[in-house]
């Protein structure tokens, strides 16, 4: 697809500064600036974020996702001089995005009562491993440790070994996203009043928001649920089940759903069965009857058992590698992968911006910025007014 021309999106005219690096802040200005929002980001003058080389050997192609729809400025927030540019750009936003440990944006002098001071109705995006209160608010954090502390962790993965991860950023993208949900809702708000105020999106918390009964399980009845591998305890049939040529996921722990499935596998009788007769009774019998429904599909082929249970009503799907995503005629028709010309990267494929608006679409407008700092005459003179021979000396002195 060649690149949008026109920005629709329900976010024009909203301006960001994002000044985080790595997976959580430019995650939410990714899809702020999805959403039509104008995405300035200030990277460190040199290598910049070091999300740019992040990627499978050679290939750091994230950052083709990550920083689509964005410019890229460069300032040194370590010396007072690119602190002041970092400030007097901040003037001119609605929404500022930062993932620094707590304190750091008020060592430079950036503390949230500072940029109100100059800009009242700016909204503050804070992401952070604990965050911005609490007694472990000062320490590191990644998002793999408040996908721990949140309780992800411990329940994921076989049960006779250790705790296993996603084969995501979990945690940065759910603090990314809430952090986005909270900058909309103060939007909501500056309109209405004029106020501007801090969204603290912590790792941990946005881990927590996803963890469903969890805690009141165990507050209630002092249940402590644990790792069960492919399966929900008590939930089934639903699981991922071996054909002749490979793997299959099957849902059908509903009653009338069941009974569907019992068709579909030529043993109508099972529905009626006092072993599963109801949901209850098949969480009692769930791997006897796994066990049943895998020896009935090991005789047939992935695409044989996906006919029979579309045929039948039954929710299923493939075990989707990135191969069938882009051969997939259902993700081709919604457009949810696209083809982005790229100078660079020949028949470059993402994800689509998401989600979807029927009045103000979304849209990619801009690739990645290719050089730290490529937008530095524009975005500074135009908003700051610092001309050519201000932006060579302050070049020359690392400050950009």
Request: aromatic share 6%; glycine share 12%; hydrophobic share 40%.
């Amino acid at each position: 697809m060649s690149l949008a021309t026109e920005n629709m999106g329900p976010l024009k005219g909203i301006r960001v500064v994002e000044m985080g690096q790595l997976i959580a802040g430019p995650f939410c200005g990714q899809l702020l600036g999805d959403m039509g929002a104008e995405v300035i980001k200030i990277e460190p003058p040199g290598k910049g974020d070091p999300m740019r080389d992040w990627g499978r050997g050679d290939y750091p192609l994230w950052w083709e996702v990550v920083a689509r729809n964005k410019q890229s400025v460069s300032a040194n927030l370590r010396l007072p001089e690119g602190q002041e540019l970092a400030r007097k750009l901040i003037t001119t936003a609605d929404i500022l995005i930062e993932n620094f440990r707590p304190g750091t944006l008020e060592k430079w002098g950036m503390s949230p009562e500072a940029l109100h001071a100059d800009n009242p109705g700016l909204i503050i995006v804070r992401v952070s491993g604990y965050g911005q209160t609490g007694p472990y608010s000062d320490r590191a954090g990644f998002g793999g440790i408040g996908e721990a502390m949140g309780g992800w962790r411990n329940i994921v993965g076989d049960p006779d070994r250790a705790p296993s991860r996603m084969g995501v950023s979990i945690g940065d993208t759910l603090a990314a996203t809430f952090g986005c949900m909270g900058a909309l809702a103060a939007l909501r708000h500056r309109d209405a009043t004029g106020e501007g105020q801090v969204v603290d999106s912590a790792l941990y918390e946005a881990v927590l928001q996803v963890m469903e009964s969890l805690i009141p399980d165990y507050s209630v009845f002092g249940y402590v649920r644990e790792r069960t591998g492919s399966v929900l305890p008590g939930i089934a049939p639903s699981n991922v089940y071996q054909c002749n040529d490979g793997d299959f996921l099957i849902g059908a722990n509903q009653d009338t759903v069941f009974a569907r499935l019992c068709i579909a596998m030529g043993e109508p009788e099972l529905a009626q069965d006092s072993r599963y007769v109801d949901h209850i009774s098949r969480g009692r019998n769930q791997k006897e009857l796994d066990v049943r429904i895998e020896s009935w599909t090991r005789g047939l082929t992935v695409a044989e058992v996906e006919k029979l249970m579309n045929e039948h009503g039954v929710p299923a799907g493939r075990v989707y590698t990135p191969a069938d995503m882009i051969a997939d005629p259902h993700i081709a028709a919604r457009e949810a992968i696209v083809d982005v010309d790229h100078p660079r990267w020949a028949n470059l494929k993402m994800q689509a911006p998401f989600p979807r608006f029927s009045k103000t679409p979304t849209s990619i407008r801009s690739l990645a910025p290719h050089r730290v700092g490529q937008d530095n005459s524009e975005i500074y003179s135009k908003l700051l007014g610092v001309d050519a021979e201000m932006l060579a000396v302050m070049r020359q002195a690392g400050i950009i």
